[in-house]
Structures are given as structure tokens and as C-alpha cells.
């Protein structure tokens, strides 16, 4: 494969296959990448004697430029990593990604050999299988990693909390774009997946009975966890037990000022106690990120208040 002085790889977002195959493939060759999203096209001149790498699907307004500029283009590529040039491969699949790979690949499969587009494959079956095409099998490698360690911040509310959702979900957005290594795990239903969409490194649980729940907790990995108060009704009856969650998670948790956190939650010492203030939360967060030390004395503090609390209740 001929190296391009500059080369786009066009993909609909982050995903496997450039992980596994096209991104240690160019490593190896020694080319650094534009990546680009499907809207993100860049303008005719930047194609000059450059090189287009579709990964799997083939959107529209990045067939018009290509075609438009195929005599600036140094060359063309598909990778594919699936059958998705043979409709019989996918017909059992869901309508919905039939339709997505008939509309983005299948139906593409003419206009790219008339690009002279040139087929990087997955596997020696898709290789034997479209032999005619000459395409260049590429192996898997697995990705390098260079960011530091995700550190887990959760919120794991119920369909009562859902003016806390809403109240976090600008909080965890900044959060998100200031500190890379941070990701949020939550659990909701349907329209909390809706509402954290948008928003990179955001796993969502499905809701469990309090016996799955309480085994989750004790699976290691958690770091930060959030219990935010929108002052309405319902939560004015609330008690402090995602003290306990949070702490049994084995994490340093955020806590709403007021009197259902005041009581057992002493800033800085076996928590933080904030304002429902977002700005204020953003900082708290990043905070206690930035600071693994901190996060393990509030830990301790927060355990100690457990035991306290469990002593007082056995003596009782």
C-alpha cells in the first residue's frame, strides 16, 4: 500500500474495526491519520495527493467530494471486516442494520470499483471470497493504549431520580471533556440512555434487584460516586443510604448539602459535602480525580464512619 502524504480515514464514529486493524496498520506503516467522523469533510484542496480510507460504510457526502476531487485523490480504500458486499451474509440480521449496511456498503460496491477503490479485508474468507477485487488482508493488532487508567464515576439513581439525572447531565458533560481518563457509568432506563447519548465513555445499567445491585457494588473498579438532591418533595424524604453504596463501592463520594447528608457526611474528611451548585461539582469532581491520595483519606474517613455507625447499631 502505497503510503499518501496525507490520508483521511473515514469512519461514522469511534469503533473496533479502526482499533483492531486500519489505525496498527498505518502505525506500522509509519502515517499518522486525519480521522474523520461522517459530517466532518474537509475542504477539496486538503485532498491534493492525498489517500481516503472508508472503514466499512461509505456515507454520501464523502462519495460527492470523492467523486467531485478523484483526480486530486492519490488513491481509495474500503476495509471491511464483515460480508458486507453480499446481501445472503446479512439477510438474518436486524432490518434496521440490513438497511444500514445496504445503504452504506452493499449499494456502494459498484461506485467503488468505479473510483478504483482498493478492498482491505479482515480475513482470508472475505480474501478468497473477493479474490477479483486483489485485496490486502490486514491482521489484528490490538490497540495502543496512551491515556493513563479510566477512573469510574457513577451516579446509580432510579426512575424517582429523575430531576437528578437532568441536574447531572451538564456536570458529567464537563467532566468528561476536562479529565480523559474519567468515565460515567449510570443506571437507568430507556430515556437515561437518551439523555446521556451524546456524551463519550458513558456505560448505562440496566436497573436489578437490590441482590444484583449489592453484588455490583462489590465488583472492584469504582472511584468517584455522586448523590446529588434536587430539592423537590420526594427527595426532602430521602436518607443517607448511598453514603452506604457509595462507600461499599469502595469509592469517595459527592453529597448534596443538607440536612440528608449533613448528618453523616463531613467535608473533607469523609467526603465532600457541596451545594447544589453544577459549577461547584464540576470543580469537586475534577478535584478529587486529580488526587488519589485525597480520594484514599476520605475513603478511610468514610469507612470508619461505617464501623462507628454499625457499632452503635449493635450496642443498641
Known amino acids: 500500500m502505497p503510503v499518501a502524504k496525507r ?11 479502526t482499533d483492531y486493524f486500519i489505525a496498527p496498520y498505518l502505525r506500522e506503516l509509519g502515517v ?6 461522517f ?31 478523484r483526480d486530486r485523490i492519490a488513491s481509495v480504500y474500503f476495509f471491511m471486516d464483515d460480508d458486507l458486499f453480499d446481501w445472503r451474509a446479512f439477510a438474518a440480521m ?23 477503490a482498493q478492498l482491505l479485508v479482515s480475513t482470508p474468507y472475505l480474501q478468497q471470497k473477493y479474490a477479483d477485487w486483489q485485496p490486502r488482508l490486514l491482521a489484528p493488532r490490538p490497540p495502543l493504549e496512551t491515556q493513563a487508567p479510566p477512573l469510574t464515576l457513577f451516579y446509580h439513581g432510579s426512575a424517582s431520580h429523575t430531576a437528578d439525572f437532568h441536574w447531572l447531565r451538564p456536570v458529567v458533560e464537563k467532566v468528561l471533556a476536562r479529565d480523559t481518563r474519567l468515565v460515567f457509568e449510570v443506571i437507568g432506563n430507556a430515556s437515561v440512555k437518551r439523555l446521556f447519548k451524546q456524551l463519550p465513555r458513558v456505560h448505562v445499567l440496566h436497573p436489578m434487584p437490590w441482590q444484583s445491585y449489592r453484588a455490583l457494588l462489590r465488583r472492584p473498579g469504582r472511584a468517584i460516586g455522586l448523590a446529588p438532591l434536587v430539592d423537590t418533595p420526594f427527595n426532602r424524604a430521602r436518607s443517607q443510604t448511598k453514603f452506604f453504596d457509595i462507600t461499599a463501592a ?8 443538607g440536612p440528608v447528608y449533613g448528618g453523616t457526611v463531613q467535608h473533607d474528611k469523609n467526603g465532600l459535602l457541596l451545594p447544589m451548585d453544577q459549577a461547584a461539582w ?9 488526587d488519589g491520595d485525597l480520594r484514599e483519606r476520605l475513603l478511610r474517613g468514610a469507612r470508619e464512619t461505617l464501623r462507628a455507625s454499625a457499632c452503635v447499631s449493635g450496642a443498641q
Open 250 to 257: 469502595g469509592a469517595v463520594g459527592i453529597y448534596a448539602q
Open 94 to 116: 436486524p432490518l434496521r442494520y440490513q438497511m444500514k449496511i445496504l445503504r452504506l456498503s452493499w449499494s456502494r460496491r459498484k461506485w467503488l470499483a468505479s473510483v478504483g
Open 7 to 17: 490520508l483521511f480515514v473515514v469512519e461514522e464514529h469511534k469503533n473496533p474495526s
Open 32 to 37: 499518522s491519520p486525519v480521522y474523520c467522523a
Open 282 to 290: 464540576v470543580e469537586g469532581i475534577l478535584r478529587l480525580a486529580e
Open 39 to 69: 459530517s466532518q469533510v474537509p475542504p477539496p484542496e486538503q485532498l491534493q495527493g492525498a489517500g481516503v480510507i472508508f472503514v466499512r460504510y461509505v456515507p454520501a457526502n464523502w462519495s460527492a467530494l470523492v467523486e467531485r476531487c
